[in-house]
C-alpha cells in the first residue's frame, strides 16, 4: 500500500500531480497513462537498481545463489511470473476493480467494505486488517525513499572510486532538500515526471536490448515457469531464502491500486501492460544476459555485485546515472505525496486525530501538505540512511511491510469477492488462494529478515497500529461519555428560549454528534445567559465515499425560535471547508455572513481513570494525542476572529 493504505490507504496516492474529479477523469487516455508513468509506476521502475542483484547476495551469513545458467534463468523467471502474478493478475485485473466511487487503496476498500455490509459483525477483523495494512505503508513509506536513493547515488562510484565515500552525505542531502521542498508544492515539477520516468523507462529498455541481441533466446528462458521450479528443486530452502530479495522486483504494486482514483483503471492497465512490464522485463534480462555472457566464473560474479550499473557503456554512464537518480526522486516524492492523502483519508475517516493540512495549490484539491507527516518523515528516513549506510544492508529491512500490505489487500478482497460481489465459492476460492500462497510465501520469505533489519517496519507498523486504534476507541469512548446525561435538543430550545436573552447575530455550535445538545451551548447559557438571535446545531458528517454531491452537501432542520440543527457532508477525500459551505447553502433562514456569525467549539480535557472501556496507559496515550491535535479551528478552516472555544473535562 505504501497503502501506500500508500498509504491506504497504504493506501499510497499521490494527489500533488492529478487534482480529483468527483464526476469523473478529464483527459484522454494517452495523457493519463503518461501522467500514471510518471507517478504510479516510480517505485516499481527503480527496483531494477538492486532487485536483481540482492537476490543473488548472501543472505544472513549463508553464501550466495550460485551463478550459473540454471540460476540466472530460475531467477529471472521468478521475477517476471512474481510481476504477472501479483502486479497484472491480481492488482490490474483483479482488486482494481473493487474500487470505491472510482478510489482505491485500503482505506477506501475498507469503507467499502463497511459501506456495503452495513457495518456487519463480520467486518470488525477486516477493519483491524486494513488499519494494519494502513500502518504498514506507512514503515514502507520511510524505506522507500532511503533504499531508492541510497541505490542511485552508490551508482556514482562507478564515474570516479572516489565518490564511495560521499555516498552516504549525497544521499542524506538529496533526501533533506526533498522534504524540504514540500510545503511549496510540487504542481510544477510534477508536469516533468511523466517525460522524465518515459525516457527513464526507455533507458532501461535500451539497455536491456544492448545486451539481449546477442542471447535473444533469454526471454523465453524469462518466461518459462519450469526454470522456477528448477531452481526451488535444485536449491530448496535458499531458493526461498531468495524469494525475500525477488519481492523487491514487484514493491510499488500496491501503488496501482492506492492512485486509482488518480488515472483511473484503464489508463494504469494500458501504461503497465503497453510499456512498464515490458521496460522491465527487457532491463531484467539484458542484466541476466550481461552476466552470462562472461567466458568466467570470476569474471560473473563481479558482475553480479552490481549488473544494473555494469550494463552502461561508459559513454552514457553520467546521464544514465542522474537519470536514475531522478527516477528515485520521483519515487520518493510520490511516496511523500501518498503518505499525506493516506493521513488526510485516515482523519477523515477517524483513525486519526486532525492534524494541521495546508493546501499548496487553489486549483487542485489534492495538493496538500502535512508538517507532521513531512518531518517525522524526514527523521526516520535520514535515520535509515544513516543506521544502514548502504541500499544491500536496507534491503534486508525492505520488502516485509510492502508483502504484509499485499497479503492484507488479499484478505479484504475475498470479503469484496464472497460477500459483497457474491461470487460463488467454486469461483473466488481458486482465485484467492493462489494470491494468498504467493503473499504468504513473499511474506514469510521476508520474515527471514527480522533479526537483519525487517523488524524496523514491523515496529514502525505496531506503534503507528497502536496509534490509530487507540484514536478510533478513545473516540468512541469519549463521545459515549459526553453523551450520557444530555438532554434532547428539541427539549431544550423549548426551554432555553424563554430563560435567556436573545443578542443580534449568529451563533453556530460545532457538534460531534447531531445527538444532544453541544456542551459549549450548555457553558454559553451557564455563563454568558445569552443567546443569538439564530442558533445553529452544525454536524460535520464524513461519509464512507470519496466524494459527496455537492447538492447534497447540506441539509437542515428547524426546530422553532430560531433553533436550527445543520448538517454537512463530506466524503473522505475532500476538503472540510466550513465557511465556503455555509456561504453555499440557502437553508436555515436568512444567508450566513461571517462577519455577523460565531463559531463556538467545544474543547475537551480527557481524565483518565479506571472505568473499563480502555487501559490506563491506552487513555493516557489517547489525551496526549488529544492535547496534540490540531484544533477545529484549523482543521474546518474557521476565521480564526470569529471563534470562541469553551472547555469541559472528560472522562472516560
Given at each position: 500500500?505504501?497503502?501506500?493504505?500508500?498509504?491506504?490507504?497504504?493506501?499510497?496516492?499521490?494527489?500533488?500531480?492529478?487534482?480529483?474529479?468527483?464526476?469523473?477523469?478529464?483527459?484522454?487516455?494517452?495523457?493519463?497513462a503518461?501522467?500514471?508513468?510518471?507517478?504510479?509506476?516510480?517505485?516499481?521502475?527503480?527496483?531494477?537498481?538492486?532487485?536483481?542483484?540482492?537476490?543473488?547476495?548472501?543472505?544472513?551469513?549463508?553464501?550466495?545463489?550460485?551463478?550459473?545458467?540454471?540460476?540466472?534463468?530460475?531467477?529471472?523467471?521468478?521475477?517476471?511470473?512474481?510481476?504477472?502474478?501479483?502486479?497484472?493478475?491480481?492488482?490490474?485485473?483483479?482488486?482494481?476493480?473493487?474500487?470505491?466511487?472510482?478510489?482505491?487503496?485500503?482505506?477506501?476498500?475498507?469503507?467499502?467494505?463497511?459501506?456495503?455490509?452495513?457495518?456487519?459483525?463480520?467486518?470488525?477483523?477486516?477493519?483491524?486488517?486494513?488499519?494494519?495494512?494502513?500502518?504498514?505503508?506507512?514503515?514502507?513509506?520511510?524505506i522507500?525513499?532511503?533504499?531508492?536513493?541510497?541505490?542511485?547515488?552508490?551508482?556514482?562510484?562507478?564515474?570516479?572510486?572516489?565518490?564511495?565515500?560521499?555516498?552516504?552525505?549525497?544521499?542524506?542531502t538529496?533526501?533533506?532538500g526533498?522534504?524540504?521542498?514540500?510545503?511549496?508544492?510540487?504542481?510544477?515539477?510534477?508536469?516533468?515526471?511523466g517525460?522524465?520516468?518515459m525516457?527513464?523507462?526507455i533507458?532501461?529498455?535500451?539497455?536491456?536490448?544492448?545486451?539481449?541481441?546477442?542471447?535473444?533466446?533469454?526471454?523465453?528462458?524469462?518466461?518459462n515457469?519450469?526454470?522456477?521450479?528448477?531452481?526451488f528443486?535444485?536449491?530448496?530452502?535458499?531458493?526461498?531464502?531468495?524469494?525475500?530479495?525477488?519481492?523487491?522486483?514487484?514493491?510499488?504494486?500496491?501503488?496501482?491500486?492506492?492512485?486509482?482514483?488518480?488515472?483511473?483503471?484503464n489508463p494504469?492497465?494500458?501504461?503497465?501492460?503497453?510499456?512498464?512490464?515490458?521496460?522491465?522485463?527487457l532491463?531484467?534480462?539484458?542484466?541476466?544476459?550481461?552476466?552470462?555472457?562472461?567466458t568466467?566464473?570470476?569474471?560473473?560474479?563481479?558482475?553480479?555485485?552490481?549488473?544494473?550499473?555494469?550494463?552502461?557503456?561508459?559513454?552514457?554512464?553520467?546521464?544514465?546515472i542522474?537519470?536514475?537518480?531522478?527516477?528515485?526522486?520521483?519515487?520518493?516524492?510520490?511516496?511523500?505525496?501518498?503518505?499525506?492523502s493516506?493521513?488526510?483519508?485516515?482523519?477523515?475517516?477517524?483513525?486519526?486525530?486532525?492534524?494541521?493540512?495546508?493546501?499548496t495549490?487553489?486549483?487542485?484539491?489534492g495538493?496538500?501538505?502535512?508538517?507532521?507527516?513531512?518531518?517525522?518523515?524526514?527523521?526516520?528516513?535520514?535515520?535509515?540512511?544513516?543506521?544502514?549506510?548502504?541500499?544491500?544492508?536496507?534491503?534486508?529491512?525492505?520488502?516485509i511491510?510492502?508483502?504484509?500490505?499485499?497479503?492484507?489487500?488479499?484478505?479484504?478482497?475475498?470479503?469484496?469477492?464472497?460477500?459483497?460481489?457474491?461470487?460463488?465459492?467454486?469461483?473466488?476460492?481458486?482465485?484467492?488462494?493462489?494470491?494468498?500462497?504467493?503473499d504468504?510465501?513473499?511474506?514469510?520469505?521476508?520474515?527471514?529478515?527480522?533479526?537483519?533489519?525487517?523488524?524496523?517496519?514491523?515496529?514502525m507498523?505496531?506503534?503507528?497500529?497502536?496509534?490509530?486504534?487507540?484514536?478510533?476507541?478513545?473516540?468512541k469512548?469519549?463521545?459515549?461519555?459526553?453523551?450520557?446525561?444530555?438532554?434532547?435538543?428539541?427539549?431544550?430550545?423549548?426551554?432555553?428560549?424563554?430563560?435567556?436573552?436573545?443578542?443580534?447575530?449568529t451563533?453556530v455550535?460545532?457538534?460531534?454528534?447531531?445527538?444532544?445538545?453541544?456542551?459549549?451551548?450548555?457553558?454559553?447559557?451557564?455563563?454568558?445567559?445569552?443567546?443569538?438571535?439564530?442558533?445553529?446545531?452544525?454536524?460535520?458528517?464524513?461519509?464512507?465515499v470519496?466524494y459527496?454531491?455537492?447538492a447534497?452537501?447540506?441539509?437542515?432542520?428547524?426546530?422553532?425560535?430560531a433553533?436550527?440543527?445543520?448538517?454537512?457532508?463530506?466524503?473522505?477525500?475532500?476538503?472540510?471547508?466550513?465557511?465556503?459551505?455555509?456561504?453555499?447553502?440557502?437553508?436555515?433562514?436568512?444567508?450566513?455572513?461571517?462577519?455577523?456569525?460565531?463559531?463556538?467549539?467545544?474543547?475537551?480535557?480527557?481524565?483518565?481513570?479506571?472505568?473499563?472501556?480502555?487501559?490506563?496507559?491506552?487513555?493516557?496515550?489517547?489525551?496526549?494525542?488529544?492535547?496534540?491535535?490540531?484544533?477545529?479551528?484549523?482543521?474546518?478552516?474557521?476565521?480564526s476572529?470569529?471563534?470562541?472555544?469553551?472547555?469541559?473535562?472528560?472522562?472516560?
Amino acid at each position: 500500500m505504501a497503502e501506500s493504505q500508500n498509504s491506504g490507504a497504504a493506501i499510497s496516492a499521490d494527489a500533488n500531480i492529478a487534482s480529483h474529479h468527483p464526476g469523473g477523469h478529464h483527459g484522454g487516455l494517452a495523457k493519463l497513462a503518461i501522467g500514471a508513468i510518471g507517478v504510479v509506476f516510480g517505485d516499481i521502475g527503480t527496483s531494477p537498481l538492486y532487485a536483481f542483484r540482492e537476490t543473488f547476495a548472501s543472505h544472513h551469513g549463508a553464501p550466495g545463489i550460485q551463478v550459473d545458467p540454471v540460476h540466472i534463468h530460475g531467477v529471472l523467471s521468478l521475477v517476471f511470473w512474481s510481476m504477472m502474478i501479483v502486479v497484472t493478475f491480481k492488482y490490474v485485473l483483479t482488486i482494481m476493480k473493487a474500487d470505491n466511487k472510482g478510489e482505491g487503496g485500503s482505506l477506501a476498500l475498507l469503507a467499502l467494505i463497511n459501506r456495503k455490509s452495513e457495518n456487519a459483525k463480520w467486518t470488525g477483523p477486516f477493519v483491524l486488517l486494513g488499519v494494519f495494512a494502513t500502518a504498514l505503508f506507512y514503515g514502507d513509506s520511510m524505506i522507500t525513499p532511503a533504499m531508492s536513493v541510497l541505490s542511485a547515488t552508490e551508482g556514482l562510484q562507478y564515474v570516479h572510486p572516489g565518490f564511495k565515500d560521499w555516498i552516504v552525505p549525497l544521499a542524506v542531502t538529496i533526501l533533506f532538500g526533498l522534504f524540504a521542498i514540500q510545503s511549496r508544492g510540487t504542481e510544477k515539477v510534477g508536469r516533468l515526471f511523466g517525460p522524465i520516468m518515459m525516457v527513464y523507462f526507455i533507458t532501461l529498455a535500451v539497455l536491456g536490448v544492448t545486451h539481449v541481441t546477442a542471447m535473444p533466446g533469454i526471454i523465453l528462458e524469462a518466461i518459462n515457469p519450469l526454470n522456477a521450479v528448477n531452481f526451488f528443486l535444485t536449491d530448496g530452502f535458499r531458493a526461498f531464502v531468495a524469494m525475500g530479495s525477488v519481492v523487491l522486483a514487484v514493491t510499488g504494486a500496491e501503488a496501482l491500486y492506492a492512485d486509482m482514483g488518480h488515472f483511473g483503471r484503464n489508463p494504469i492497465g494500458v501504461s503497465w501492460l503497453a510499456f512498464v512490464l515490458p521496460c522491465l522485463l527487457l532491463n531484467y534480462v539484458g542484466q541476466g544476459a550481461l552476466v552470462l555472457s562472461q567466458t568466467s566464473p570470476e569474471a560473473a560474479a563481479a558482475l553480479i555485485k552490481d549488473p544494473f550499473f555494469l550494463m552502461i557503456p561508459d559513454m552514457v554512464r553520467i546521464p544514465v546515472i542522474v537519470l536514475a537518480l531522478l527516477a528515485t526522486i520521483i519515487a520518493s516524492q510520490a511516496v511523500i505525496s501518498g503518505a499525506f492523502s493516506l493521513t488526510q483519508q485516515a482523519i477523515q475517516l477517524g483513525f486519526m486525530p486532525r492534524m494541521q493540512i495546508k493546501h499548496t495549490s487553489a486549483a487542485a484539491a489534492g495538493q496538500i501538505y502535512i508538517p507532521v507527516i513531512n518531518w517525522g518523515l524526514m527523521i526516520m528516513v535520514l535515520v535509515l540512511v544513516l543506521f544502514f549506510g548502504s541500499s544491500t544492508r536496507l534491503a534486508a529491512a525492505y520488502g516485509i511491510a510492502v508483502t504484509g500490505a499485499m497479503f492484507i489487500d488479499t484478505l479484504l478482497l475475498a470479503a469484496v469477492l464472497i460477500s459483497l460481489w457474491h461470487w460463488p465459492l467454486w469461483k473466488a476460492l481458486p482465485l484467492v488462494f493462489v494470491f494468498i500462497v504467493v503473499d504468504i510465501a513473499y511474506f514469510g520469505a521476508n520474515l527471514i529478515k527480522v533479526p537483519q533489519g525487517g523488524w524496523v517496519p514491523l515496529a514502525m507498523g505496531f506503534f503507528i497500529f497502536t496509534l490509530l486504534t487507540t484514536w478510533s476507541k478513545g473516540r468512541k469512548l469519549m463521545r459515549a461519555a459526553m453523551a450520557e446525561g444530555t438532554i434532547p435538543f428539541e427539549v431544550f430550545a423549548k426551554s432555553a428560549h424563554s430563560s435567556a436573552q436573545r443578542v443580534p447575530g449568529t451563533a453556530v455550535f460545532m457538534a460531534s454528534s447531531a445527538a444532544g445538545v453541544p456542551s459549549a451551548l450548555l457553558h454559553n447559557i451557564k455563563h454568558n445567559k445569552v443567546l443569538h438571535e439564530r442558533v445553529v446545531i452544525l454536524t460535520v458528517s464524513i461519509e464512507d465515499v470519496p466524494y459527496v454531491d455537492p447538492a447534497e452537501r447540506v441539509t437542515c432542520k428547524q426546530f422553532g425560535e430560531a433553533f436550527y440543527k445543520l448538517k454537512l457532508r463530506y466524503g473522505f477525500l475532500e476538503e472540510t471547508d466550513v465557511p465556503a459551505a455555509l456561504k453555499e447553502a440557502n437553508v436555515c433562514g436568512e444567508p450566513f455572513t461571517m462577519m455577523k456569525t460565531s463559531f463556538f467549539l467545544s474543547r475537551q480535557t480527557l481524565i483518565a481513570s479506571a472505568r473499563p472501556g480502555m487501559a490506563i496507559w491506552r487513555e493516557k496515550l489517547f489525551a496526549w494525542m488529544l492535547r496534540n491535535a490540531a484544533s477545529a479551528m484549523e482543521f474546518f478552516r474557521l476565521p480564526s476572529n470569529r471563534v470562541v472555544e469553551l472547555g469541559s473535562q472528560v472522562e472516560i
